[in-house]
Each structure stands twice: as structure tokens, then as C-alpha cells.
């Protein structure tokens, strides 16, 4: 490549989407809104950069991480780390006392990235919060019917874990432990490493790192290793020592609601797990706290020492230098987490506290494993648009490409609000328009012959017939009767897809095509059930 | 405010969208995409930051405006000007020969900003474009066609102008009158300006600020000021020594092909005006450009001093200080813009030009248009979110809330797919709960009490209903026919709200609630025609 020439490449850690990914992707984003809505949430659009002033203190450890825009007079401005702060800023400026919102956006973070595994620095997140004073855990315990219903939809059922628990119950356990009161943060941080590297080599950052009393670390991991339901609950309530601590014993009242309520919300109590190890980096949670795994969440590699970070390579110009996707010892990571945070509008305004508490989806990631799975499945063709005809001319001798025969056609077609498309050459070969079509998977095409024309009348043919189909070779249809004819197999075709699409949840392919749409006898628009 | 409060806001020329606000944005956005789809278009996303020197030397004179990150090691990266130099970085990436492709999404510009009339640092563009190798004028006669089917569905009908010229007519003019080779782009900049500014101001800039001869610069004058349609191009044709020019000949053979083609699409030809001012900032235009106004597009004022622009304050902190909404000289602008760039991709690649056409909706300022029309025509109110049903319990003297049962009717209708809220209070004041509902403009109640609850019942109840209305009160309803009884009264309202839609085509209203639905005798879901 000549040297004058550009790097052609987006920005390390970020990618195109395009193709099949999008397609996937948007109906993943289309499952997840849906889901939303059904919740009674509003969206808003927050500017994809704040004030930098509103996101400082508010990420601890992972402020570092921040994109800044430079400095080129004015504001100063960072693009946001995640929609929660935006959120709060939102809420505390507009004085709000409750909403349900959801937003699904791009946030930022100058992370090594893992581009296969959907770990980016430019990546969705779809979030949903319900922010409000309202009564113990019943917006807590809605959240978690909302991850359900996420999931499910997605198709897959039984094959993730809501990993929660309580930001009063860990602290609980820390100060009847015995560790001091300003450590208690970064000890959090520590436990939280639990998914990624054995208790060992977490105690050994507790004691060596973070100056821990080695009694007290053990301590700690007698009760960070337990996972369970209510039989944890309980565990931890017939413990007298942990009952007698303020926190915990207000974090064990607010679990133990939980658990009574999620026995209303269908599949909830299968897909939670009460998990001690659970403690989010971030520090403006301040009760709940979720986080939900899925088979590739974890790192493959069980080693203490490959856990650990390698060092960086100095070279790094390009995103497939640093690009960690090979690495066994990253995994995908949760798929979705998020928490209670009732101080964090507070922090913005001096008008008191509105609580919140919500949920996060990391759309890269499911986008990741969903596209991963359909490989492994051999899941059916996805059609890049939907262009639903394509208006083509054929001739003999002479044939000058009958060009404004074509766009009469299509206009007629658009008009009409049909999908259409024809190639933008003035005497295009058949061949080539039959590729064009055969390429984005068409499924009709009009074909346009002077002397048909002539007649009043034009050939309509459906794509991807047998050689010996009986209609392999089209039907001649009057000109007036185009559309309606189109539409009427258009509408058989929906309704033959609704009926062979998957069991799945998630519908991957647009249109599955069989071959009785073209001989399926005619019924009349308007009486086609719209269920 | 105490001074360690940091500043409620959104960075200056940013704003958040939410309410009636994003409600009827996504209602534009979905009408644009759709006419997009109809034409065959895929859609890709690229990055909200590409690497600097991918966006060098493509913006002319506006590159000022360019957004930069901070430099915090690794690569120098800026926010996006526009979608078209994305969209040319990632056709040469990937070695395309031909795409159709469409991208909504945000663009930053640092320019003073007029939030009011949607001029914005932050804002959407909505493109819509054709790469690819094909015949004169195809391509971009079906650009004026997806332009014209925008602004037709969005109920714009006979108030908006597509204006339209050709690169090569205007540099085979500026030719013929003398312009110097070197001094072309900065002489059709400043020709773009007749928008603004009167003709005697454009000429002073020619002749004073950018030192062109007063002759050429009144010989250009003849030009520059007509207007017209086919009958203009015809005029140019006659013109013995504009036609001798090879530019100008080129521009004239193209104009007279668009002219027979648009003769092909409905509703174009009434649309567009061929205008000789039309010029264009950018440098990447190397054919046909575009450019949509509407009332409002160009500025009040009509003096000329009061057309330049005004001494910067020099205080401008905050977006009010430097907001220009208020100013009569600055105009909406235009609604939508584009045109042809043939040697854009050909920059990235090393392997030819691959040439392109499109269109550019600017949806702030067509918002801005829409809201103002609907505030002047009292349009019908917009129900922030789509919950159907809000759950409530209502009860007498040791009244408990009835939560859990009002939690596993939730249950049951999220199952059903049907949005549902409840209020998240143990014990809730039923004035609370109709409140709630009332708020958001929820259809339909479902009230719980504990004699009805023993016999297997609950009361749904149509919100807004008169006082005299026979079924004020509600009707008893059998749990298990719940689902059922609701999916009938939501398909009939929402046949109702289609028939009773307003004529134009953007639909404002979600939900025109007729006092008939509760009424309507009832037809089996299935046998509901779907039209």
C-alpha cells in the first residue's frame, strides 16, 4: 500500500456493523425493547458526550477508563461511560420523582478489547431502570421478571443464572469479619474477582495487596464461597453473629421479600442464584445487585497464574495487535447486570434522594454467543434486506432495456408500498438481474418483455422454484393486477413463515420460502386473519 | 446552588430527547426507514469516532468544526462530521463494488448552535445511498424519488422544494464567465450563500474578500439568479457558448436524462426546482446535489447587514448564552441535502472509484418543523409509553394491597404479551393508582378486590369513560377469560384507531380512544381482517 494512503480500520476496539450482524442484532435489540415496553417503560436519548465534571467520582477504580474530548475551547466533555450516570443526571435535572426509562446506546471505554468475544470499547448497552420512592423490593423483584422475560425471548431458556445479592449483606459480612471500615470497598473488589480466580489467589490480594489481617480473610472466605436460594437466606439467618449486624440484618429482610415476591413472576426462582461472591465493581450500588452468566461468561483457563493479565505488548498500532480474543484466561463476562443505586441522583441534586434500581444488557456480547450458537446450529439463511420484488426486462434482438418501462413499474410498486428494486443499467443482461435478486434473496421478480407489454401484461415469477416446479417459468399478470397479486402472495408468505418459523424465541430467518406460495389458492386480502 | 453542586445540563448545542418529544421522533425515524427499506437499502453502523485522518482534507473549510478526543496514548481519533466519509471509509474496507445503504444516527459538528430550530452539535442524519458502477442518472433520479416518498409520508405535501443543480453546470459557468481554475470552489462557496444573502452581498465577497473581476463577477450574476425546471435547462442548452463548454456539456446531457427519468416517478417532477445558486459546501460533490427547504428554511430577515453573522459574545458559558434560535437571521436551513461524489471511496482506495450518490435527512430540524405545525394545529395528545393495562386493588377496612395477587395478574398478562404496570406499594390509595394510570394515558384498568377475588373475578374498567357512559364502572371479568377479554378490547381499539387516523401520513396519534370500544360486540380474534 502506498504510503500517502490512510490506514483503513475504525478505531482500535470499536467495529462496523454490517451485514448478517446487523440483521441479527436488530432483532435482539427488537426482543429487548419489546420486553421493555411490556414494562410500561418510556425511552429517552441522553448526547452520546456530558459535562465531565457529572461523570468524575462516580466509577471509582474504572475512571481511568474515560474518553475525554479534547480540549478545544468551552466545555469540558467525556463521552459516557455507561447510560446509569447520564440517567441520574437526567432525572436529578428535570426534578423528576419517578419514571420507568428504558435506552439502548453506545458507551464507551478505553479497555483492551476482545473483539470476538464482544468485549469492546465501544459497545450497546440496553438498560432499563425504575427509578422512585417506592415500597421494599417490588421494583427490585419486577427487574428480575424483566431479565427473565429478556432471556426467554431470546431463547435461552435454561441456559443462564441471575447471579445476585446484597450490597448491606456483603458489608454486613465484612464488618462482623472484622474488616475495617475504609477497606471495605476495595475488599468488595477483590471478592468480586471470585468468577475469575480461584479463593486462593483472591486472599492473597486481600492480604498482600490490600493489607488485610490474615484471620480476617479467612473469615471472609467462609462465607464469599456460598451460592444457594432461600436455604442461603436462611443459612445466613440462623448465624447469630451475622444477625446481630445492622446492615445484614437489613440486607437479609430485603432477600428474604425477594424470595416471596419472585414466587409470583413465572420462571424467576429457576433462573436466580444467590451468590456471595457477587460484589460489582461500581460504587454508587447500594442494595440488590445483579449480574447474569451464560455458558463462555467465564474464562476457560483454570490456572491461577494465567488469570493474570499479560503484560502489554509495546507494539499495539492495529486492533488485531492487542485484541485479546484468543486469550483463554478472558471470557465473554456477564451478559446483563446491574443493582440498586438510591444515592446516586442525590449526588447530583440538593433536592433528597430518588432510589433506582435497574438492569443493563450488554447487547455485543449476546449478539457474540446468539451469532455463535446459530454457526454451531447451521441456523437458516438471514436475508439482508427487504426488497420483496425485483423489476427486470428481457428481450431478443434489438432490445433497448425498456429503462422507463422498468421505473413505471416500480413506481407503481413503491407507491403501492412494496419493497422493490431494479438494476440501474439502461439495457441491463437478464443474467445480471437475476443475480442481483438471487443475491439479496428476492423472493419475486417481474419480468418485462416487449411484447407482453404490448398485451398489458407482465411476468411475475417467484425465485428459488425446482426446474420442475409447474411455475418455474412465472405467471403473465395484467399490469393493473400487479400489485394486488403481490400483495396477496406476500401475505400468503407471511403467514407461511409464521407457521414454519422456529420454536425459538428469537426469530432468526425473515422468511422461509417454501414452494406452495405460488399454487396456494387465492383468498381475498382482507379476510387473512391477522393473528 | 452550593458551588460543589456541578451543572445540571447537557453540553453546549446537545440536548436530551425524552416525552412527546422522542415519542414523535421515532415516529419520524420509522417512516423514513421505511421508505428506505421499501427501496432496497441494507443498513450498516459504524463507529461515533473514526481515526483522525480518515476525516483530513474531506470537509473543505468546515474541518474547524471537527470534534477531536483527547490524546490519552494510542491513536488519534475525532467524532464523526457526517455519515458519507464513514460510509466511503467502509466501502473501501471492504473492497465493495455496489451497496445500498442506509444509517441513522448521530453527527457532531462544534458550530454555534440553535437549539430551537434544531440547529444542533449534536444531532441526527438520516442517509440514504447508492455505490456502485451504473448508468447516467438511474441512480439519481431514484434519490429524488425516495426524497420525494419522505416528505409525502411525513404529511409534508406541497410545502417543501427539492432544489437541485449539477456540479459540472456550475464549474462549465464559472468557466465560461473567466473564472480562474484556482479560484472555482471558493467562488461557488461563495454562490451557495444566495440563500442568505442578496445578490449584491455575494458579489461584494466575490469581488472584495475572494479578488475576482468585477466583470466575471457580473457575468456569473446573469447565471447564478434562475431558476427554473426543464424549460431552465433548455435555455442553458440554446446558449452557444455554454454549450461549447465540455463541463457544461456533460451537466446539460445529465440534467436532460434525470428530466425524462423523474417523468417515470409520481409526485417528482412537481417537487424539484432546478436553481443555478445551489452550489454546496462540501468538496466532494462531483455531479447532481441536492438540497430540501421548506418555510422556515431560510432566514426572516431579509436586510443585508443584518444577514452577517454577529460579534461572538464572549461570555458564552452555557448552550442559552450562544444559542442562535432566537436570531432572525438564522434560518432552519435545509431538511435534507446530498448529491453525487464519485471520487470519495477512490480516496481510501487504492483500487478505483467506486461512484456514489445519496441523501442526507437532517431529522432535528424536521422535528422542529413537525412540532411547531402540530402545537399551531392543536394535534391530539401522545401517550408517552405503550402500557395497556395498569393492575390495582382496591379494598375497604383492613384492606391489606392484595400485592401478590396484584403481582400474579401482572404475571399473567406479561406472559400474554400484554403491557402491564402496577404501583410498586405494599398497600396503595386507589386515588394513587388511577392517578398512575391517568398519568400516562393507560387504556384499560384491572381492579382487584377481595370479594371478587374469592369468586375467581376482577373488574376491567375502560379509563376516560364519561360519567354517564353505562359501563363506567367496569365489567366483571373470570380470571382465566382475562387474557382473552383484553386481547379483544386492545384489537378493537386498535382497529378503531385506524380508522378514525388523521388523513396525513405521519400518525401522531398511538391510540385515538373512541367511547365505543367497551361497547363494540365482540368477533373472534382470528376472523379480524388485517388490513
Redesign the interface.
Request: contains cysteine; proline residues 5%; hydrophobic residues 25%.
Given at each position: 500500500?502506498?504510503p500517502s494512503?490512510?490506514?483503513?480500520?475504525?478505531?482500535?476496539g470499536?467495529?462496523?456493523?454490517?451485514?448478517d450482524a446487523?440483521v441479527l442484532r436488530?432483532q435482539i435489540f427488537n426482543t429487548i425493547k419489546?420486553i421493555f415496553?411490556?414494562?410500561?417503560?418510556?425511552?429517552?436519548?441522553?448526547?452520546?458526550?456530558?459535562?465531565k465534571?457529572?461523570l468524575t467520582g462516580k466509577y471509582g477504580e474504572d475512571s481511568k477508563l474515560i474518553?475525554?474530548?479534547?480540549?478545544?475551547g468551552?466545555?469540558l466533555?467525556s463521552?459516557r461511560y455507561d447510560l446509569t450516570v447520564p440517567f441520574a443526571?437526567?432525572v436529578?435535572?428535570?426534578g423528576l420523582q419517578q419514571i420507568?426509562r428504558y435506552h439502548i446506546a453506545?458507551v464507551?471505554r478505553?479497555d483492551q478489547p476482545a473483539v470476538a468475544k464482544g468485549r469492546m470499547r465501544?459497545f450497546y448497552q440496553c438498560d432499563f431502570d425504575?427509578a422512585?420512592t417506592?415500597?421494599a423490593m417490588?421494583?427490585d423483584?419486577?427487574i428480575i421478571?424483566v431479565i427473565v422475560?429478556v432471556f426467554e425471548a431470546l431463547g435461552w431458556s435454561g441456559r443462564y443464572t441471575i447471579k445476585m445479592n446484597h450490597r448491606k449483606i456483603l458489608d454486613g459480612i465484612f464488618q462482623v469479619c472484622g474488616v475495617p471500615e475504609d477497606k471495605i470497598r476495595s475488599i468488595s473488589s477483590a471478592v468480586d474477582k471470585l468468577d475469575k480466580m480461584p479463593w486462593a489467589d483472591v486472599r492473597k490480594e486481600m492480604v498482600h495487596e490490600k493489607g488485610l489481617a490474615e484471620d480476617v480473610a479467612d473469615k471472609i472466605g467462609e462465607w464469599v464461597v456460598l451460592k444457594g436460594g432461600k436455604d442461603l437466606l436462611e443459612k445466613l439467618q440462623s448465624d447469630a453473629s451475622l444477625a446481630a449486624n445492622e446492615s445484614m440484618s437489613q440486607g437479609m429482610a430485603d432477600m428474604g421479600l425477594l424470595f416471596?415476591?419472585l414466587?409470583?413472576?413465572?420462571d424467576t426462582l429457576d433462573a436466580v442464584s444467590f451468590d456471595l461472591s457477587l460484589a460489582r465493581g461500581l460504587d454508587y450500588y447500594t442494595g440488590i445487585i445483579y449480574e447474569v452468566v451464560t455458558e463462555g461468561s467465564a474464562p476457560k483457563a483454570e490456572g491461577t497464574e494465567a488469570a493474570k493479565p499479560k503484560d502489554k505488548k509495546k507494539k499495539?498500532?492495529t486492533s488485531e495487535d492487542d485484541d485479546r480474543s484468543d486469550d483463554p484466561t478472558v471470557g465473554v463476562g456477564s451478559v446483563a447486570a446491574g443493582g440498586r443505586y438510591d444515592n446516586l441522583v442525590g449526588m447530583?441534586?440538593?433536592k433528597g434522594q430518588i432510589p433506582c434500581v435497574g438492569i443493563s444488557f450488554g447487547v455485543d456480547r449476546i449478539y457474540s454467543i446468539t451469532k455463535a450458537r446459530m454457526a454451531a446450529e447451521k441456523a437458516a439463511e438471514v436475508r439482508?434486506?427487504?426488497?420483496d420484488v425485483y423489476v427486470m426486462a428481457f428481450g431478443g434482438k434489438g432490445f433497448d432495456g425498456l429503462?422507463?418501462e422498468r421505473?413505471?413499474i416500480c413506481?407503481q410498486l413503491?407507491?403501492a408500498?412494496?419493497?422493490?428494486?431494479l438494476?440501474?443499467?439502461?439495457k441491463p443482461k437478464l443474467q445480471a438481474q437475476f443475480k442481483a435478486a438471487e443475491l439479496?434473496k428476492i423472493p419475486f421478480a417481474v419480468i418485462l418483455g416487449q411484447e407482453e407489454l404490448i398485451a398489458g401484461q407482465v411476468r411475475l415469477k417467484q425465485m428459488g422454484l425446482s426446474e420442475s416446479h409447474p411455475e418455474k417459468e412465472g405467471t403473465l399478470i395484467a399490469i393493473t393486477d400487479l400489485v394486488d397479486e403481490i400483495r396477496r402472495r406476500l401475505?400468503q408468505m407471511k403467514r407461511l413463515d409464521h407457521l414454519t418459523q422456529s420454536a425459538s424465541g428469537l426469530r432468526v430467518v425473515d422468511g422461509v420460502r417454501g414452494e406452495d406460495v405460488a399454487t396456494t389458492t387465492a383468498e381475498p386480502?382482507?379476510?387473512?386473519?391477522?393473528?
Open positions: 500500500m502506498a494512503k490512510v490506514d483503513l480500520k475504525t478505531p482500535k470499536t467495529r462496523d456493523w454490517d451485514g446487523i436488530e419489546t415496553e411490556r414494562h410500561g417503560a418510556v425511552t429517552i436519548d441522553t448526547p452520546v458526550f456530558e459535562l465534571e457529572i474518553y475525554d474530548l479534547a480540549d478545544q468551552g466545555e466533555s463521552l443526571r437526567y436529578a435535572q428535570n420507568r453506545k464507551y478505553r465501544e425504575i422512585g417506592y415500597d417490588i421494583p423483584a419486577e421478571k422475560s416471596e415476591y414466587e409470583c413472576y413465572k499495539g498500532k447530583f441534586s440538593g439482508p434486506n427487504k426488497t429503462l422507463k421505473m413505471r413506481d413503491w407507491e408500498g412494496i419493497s422493490t428494486e438494476l440501474h443499467k439502461a439479496s401475505d386480502t382482507t379476510t387473512i386473519p391477522s393473528a
